[in-house]
């Protein structure tokens, strides 16, 4: 079901990405972005700091000395993040890619999987944070009084689920799984998981039992957020229409929390653009400059995501001929 959704979720999101740009023009839209020429594609250079400090982040989930190397943390969270990114998977499939990937390179099963079922609490919690901000800002650029309460009524409801989402996985998230996953099927393979179940519950409940290091996590989680406004900034600057750190941090932060809560619509096609549409509104800026920001920014998608999609294959095919050599070894 939550792949069907994704793949509706793409074809509508592509809809209202082409309306839009459709709307304003494609030509205008091409030629603001075009007539800067190549420092363009200098745009992605700004988030290379996100994988770095999300590296940072994740590294802090797992137990003091037994962290995973930090370029295997880096390389599966490359991956995850460009699975989440480029395909239908509602923002979930990414997240076992690089449990798989930390897994494969040798890593314990448990550590991992506990790691990357908090890393994502640890992501909303993010999110939340970066959004308040931005609701702030909100308060600053417009008069829509109803408009802020409803963010904020969003905010406390999206709050409430991931702390419950955090008393699910601290009385065992994945033994409840495992559970229902045998009540419903019967199968006996799920019966034999819940040992496994049980030592990833233990893992997650030892996060949580290390405050600091969450709390830190978390920090380290928003400064990457923070800093992903550099990239709408330097967006703005080289397409020849300059705005304030400020105004950039506006957009950013509303633009990046809104695709992150439609996350049914892989890469939040559409919707990223027609935040951008909405909110350049309120801060005076045009709609064709909007898109082409939008659009700037993608560009990412292209010398970032796309090699991080390579690289997993790579790895995959990697553990597959290993995987079948040594069975051919065996059997001889």
Known sequence: MAKLLSYIGLVIGLAVMT????????????????????????????????????????????????????????MALWMGRAINTLLPVASLGGEVVKA?????????????SASVVVDKTVQVFGVIIWGLIGVTLLVHYSVEQD??????????????????????QKAGIARVIINSAHKVTKAGYFENLKDGADRV?????????????????IFWRVLTLVLQTAEVWAAAYIL????????AMFLKSMTSTLSDVA?????????????????????GLPPDLMLAISLSIRIRELFIDLPGLALWQHAEGNHFFKKRKSSARGAS
């Open 19 to 74: 309306g839009l740009i459709a709307w304003q023009g494609i030509g205008e839209v091409s030629d603001i972005i075009l007539s800067s020429g190549w420092p363009i594609l200098l745009v992605p250079l700004a988030w290379c700091p996100t994988p770095i400090l999300g590296t940072v982040s994740w590294r802090l989930l797992f137990e003091p000395g037994l962290e995973p190397a930090f370029k295997d943390t880096f």
């Open 100 to 112: 798989r990937m930390l897994i494969l390179w040798g890593h314990p099963k448990p550590e991992a």
């Open 147 to 168: 408009l802020i309460a409803a963010a904020l009524i969003g905010f406390a409801v999206l709050g409430a689920g991931v702390a419950g989402f955090v008393l699910v």
């Open 201 to 217: 519950d233990e893992c997650v409940r030892g996060t949580y039992a290390r405050p600091g290091r969450l709390a830190l996590s």
């Open 240 to 247: 020849g229409h300059p705005i304030s750190i400020m105004e």
């Open 263 to 283: 996350f049914v619509i892989p890469n939040a096609y559409g919707i990223q653009e027609g935040a951008f549409v909405v909110l350049g509104a309120m801060v």
